[in-house]
């Protein structure tokens, strides 16, 4: 596996690492007001937190498969370096030497693998920004922006444009294989000389040249949007092939009809598929994805959808198709 694939494996990985969606979970709220981002716990918007749980169980899902492909070499060679700084610090100079020649010992390791490697990933740092506006205010925020941008006026563009996000940001955080190793094996005649306040510089310095290698922007209004038309789908399972009575109260003399109600299925699978698409044309006007052009296609799957609903007719085929096409529109994201 090269470098490309480990880090795209960790970014895909990296999905809601470290990130509680309990912060984000009034997107459906719709405000007039000026654009911000959230960044405080809010009262979840209603129907929201089941979506926020679903996309949040997916992204740790794919975390416990993803992160596999972090170097475990390198997460090892950089706690030893950590631990022999702690050690310098303790004045026990032999558990710092001990320490960085099992630095040495992963790092070598690394290079046997593939001498010419640069970087490698040892973490993926996630942080989230979301917005609460509706689609006018978006788009009314673009406008004004290009506005701004036409008068000259950058940095009051800077600032409106800098809100209008709704997205997971996947850093990749790797050890550069080029001056660390070399860094280290610096640190080892200092330490051997008794000049431990050295020592413990180039050992802060080399833990300070971690750089990021990949950074992508993952949009949650994608996400939500995937998550509602999985429950629409599942609704409209229901409802078209309702479960059979309970056998167990066969000869009862209770005769209420417990089904649900077909007027009230149909109303929830409208709103699901509704909000779904509210939240494909917030990603759109947000500019995720558009050179991919696939939201036409999606608008297009809705339609039908909501009007084979309507009319009580089949779906069959119609949700798979929209499910393999998000699924593909989220790949690409997620590839950059």
Do not use: C
């Amino acid at each position: 596996m090269n470098l490309k694939q480990v880090i795209k494996g960790i970014v895909m990985g990296g999905l809601i690492f470290g990130l509680s969606f309990g912060h984000h979970t009034s997107w459906a709220k719709a405000t007039s007001s000026p654009i911000s981002v959230n960044k405080e716990t809010t009262k979840p918007a209603e129907g929201s937190v089941s979506i926020e749980s679903e996309v949040t169980s997916k992204g740790q899902e794919e975390i416990a498969n993803k992160r596999k492909a972090l170097v475990k070499e390198a997460i090892t060679a950089l706690s030893e370096t950590k631990k022999a700084l702690k050690a310098l610090e303790d004045s026990r100079p032999k558990d710092a030497l001990t320490a960085l020649a099992e630095v040495t010992g992963q790092l070598e390791i690394i290079l046997s693998r593939d001498p010419k490697l640069a970087f490698v990933p040892i973490d993926v740092e996630v942080t989230s920004h979301d917005i609460y506006a509706d689609l006018d205010a978006i788009n009314n925020a673009k406008e004004q922006a290009e506005n701004f941008l036409e008068n000259g006026d950058v940095q009051q563009a800077r600032v409106l444009l800098s809100g209008l996000a709704s997205e997971l940001v996947m850093n990749t955080i790797s050890l550069p294989l080029a001056t660390y190793p070399d860094a280290i094996k610096a640190v080892v005649p200092l330490i051997d000389q008794g000049k431990v306040d050295e020592a413990k510089k180039g050992l802060q310095a080399a833990l300070q040249t971690l750089v990021v290698t990949n950074t992508l922007a993952v949009p949650l209004p994608v996400l939500r949007a995937e998550a509602l038309i999985k429950q629409a789908d599942e609704l409209v399972q229901k409802m078209e092939n309702p479960a059979e009575k309970d056998e167990s109260k066969v000869g009862e003399a209770d005769t209420t009809d417990h089904s649900p109600d077909p007027t009230a299925q149909k109303e929830q699978i409208l709103a699901k598929l509704e909000t779904a698409r509210k939240q494909l044309q917030m990603a759109e006007a947000l500019g995720y994805g558009i050179k991919e052009d696939r939201y036409q296609e999606f608008e297009k799957n809705i339609e039908t959808l909501e009007t084979k609903v309507r009319g009580k007719e089949s779906t069959t085929g119609v949700f798979a198709s929209l499910k393999q096409s998000l699924s593909k529109f989220k790949q690409f994201l997620f590839d950059g």
